[in-house]
């Protein structure tokens, strides 16, 4: 029996393989400290809990629009120029279960075979695999530690030809935390005024989790609106990870695009979670502020213990709750005759050896680090650092 080639163009995603690997160890009765997923570690805000209640005893059971429902597209529309001062109709708007799905109907929508999009390094797993699926062709331009991991004008602009059909980027930036400052993001748009063909897509999930002040989108420049494809979603900013939830604001010929596209996967996304969405996004921040406030104490104690590693050289996140440290140093060094020669071998290890869950840089465009998650309990980050530090130390 023959498979799909489609298979082949594509890998899983190493986020998704760790905790994978991780369960299964568990399941042997091992106790493993999770520092791969990018999963918050609190529960979803009470008010929206309740407002998900409310909608199963209003039966809120039914098929929903494949775009989403019109008061939760509206109520979009109001957090997107309440905390961005961005306008947007509803018909702008597309719903889906998860911004994972709205970054596939965005890429699908505007990807032809052969079209070139540039993604900067270090990425999210996932978009260069989705572009492949799309049979675009994916333009990586590196970025480094020196630069905070963000793109230059003078790069980007040296990796745009006549093939370019989109861009892709976050900020705040998984796996580095790097977030964009506005007169950089005005300094892109500077070089995109030039190329009007080109889309831009903005994965902004991790808006809220932002540890240098407001978030800026360059979705602000208003030359730029009409091919911008803004993403965001209520995973990260609101705890609602196993909701589903993600949405899209893009012009309205890419907004119908998707919805054509998302009609034949998935069609409209669960009901409960929509009218719960509805409160997330219209009530107070509260929830949103206190957790942040806890990841902003946990980055802190989480640089610290790096430093007490000695070894890893890590730039500090302004954003998300990842640090992408380089662990090249620990290349060559072997444990009972285990050779590390890569980031791989070296997450392979901490797991097998050390009971730690980590993910290979190189899933994200950057073969020499590793991504570790603050997204966990203080407990689990001293003990999941307390067992590198004593894993590291046995390599020879």
């Known amino acids: 029996m023959q498979l799909s080639s489609r298979l082949s163009r594509f890998n899983e995603p190493e986020t998704l393989k760790m905790a994978k690997l991780g369960r299964e160890l568990r399941a ?66 597309i719903v889906s279960a998860g ?30 695999e989705i572009v492949k699926l799309a049979h675009g062709k ?20 040296a990796a745009i030809t006549p093939k370019t059909k989109l861009f892709m980027f976050s900020s705040p ?61 209520l995973s990260k900013g609101f705890a609602m990870t196993g909701w589903r939830l993600g949405y899209m604001a893009a012009p309205v010929a890419v907004a119908k695009g998707a919805e054509k596209l998302q009609g034949q996967f998935t069609s409209g996304t669960n009901a409960v979670a929509q009218r719960a969405a509805i409160t997330a996004l219209t009530g107070n921040l509260d929830s949103t502020h206190e957790m942040v406030k806890e990841f902003e104490r946990r980055k802190k104690r989480v640089m610290e213990l790096v430093q007490d590693l000695g070894s890893f050289k890590c730039a500090e996140p302004d954003g998300a709750f990842y640090i992408f440290p380089r662990v090249d140093e620990y290349f ?26 980590t993910v290979t840089g190189k899933a994200f465009g950057e073969p020499n680090c590793l991504r570790l998650s603050f997204a966990n309990s203080m407990k689990n980050i001293e003990e999941g650092f307390k067992r590198i530090k004593e894993g590291l130390s046995k390599l020879q």
């Open 332 to 357: 060559g060094k072997t444990y009972n005759g285990e050779a590390i020669n890569s980031a791989e071998d070296l997450a392979m290890y901490l797991l097998n050896h050390c009971h730690v869950s």
């Open 28 to 93: 042997q009765g091992i106790d493993i400290v999770d520092l791969s997923l990018g999963e918050p570690d609190f529960d979803t805000p009470a008010h929206i809990k309740e407002a998900a209640i409310k909608a199963i005893n209003d039966n809120w059971s039914h098929y929903t629009p494949v775009a989403g429902f019109l008061d939760l597209r509206e109520a979009i529309c109001h957090k997107l120029k309440r905390d961005n001062n961005l306008d947007y109709k509803p018909e702008n708007i």
């Open 173 to 233: 930036c998984n796996p580095t935390g790097s977030v964009y400052h506005k007169e950089e993001l005005k300094a892109l748009a500077e070089v995109f005024k030039k190329y009007p063909d080109i889309f831009i897509l903005s994965d902004e999930i991790y808006e809220y989790i932002n540890f240098i002040g407001g978030h800026e989108s360059i979705a602000q420049f208003e030359e730029l609106k009409d091919r911008i494809i803004l993403i965001n979603g």
């Open 138 to 157: 994916v333009v990586f331009v590196a970025t480094s530690i020196d630069n905070e991991y963000k793109i230059t004008p003078q790069q980007l602009e």
């Open 99 to 128: 911004a994972k799905q709205s970054i596939s109907n965005a890429v699908l929508a505007v990807v032809d075979s052969g079209d070139e999009v540039i993604i900067p390094t270090p990425y999210w797993v996932s978009y260069s």
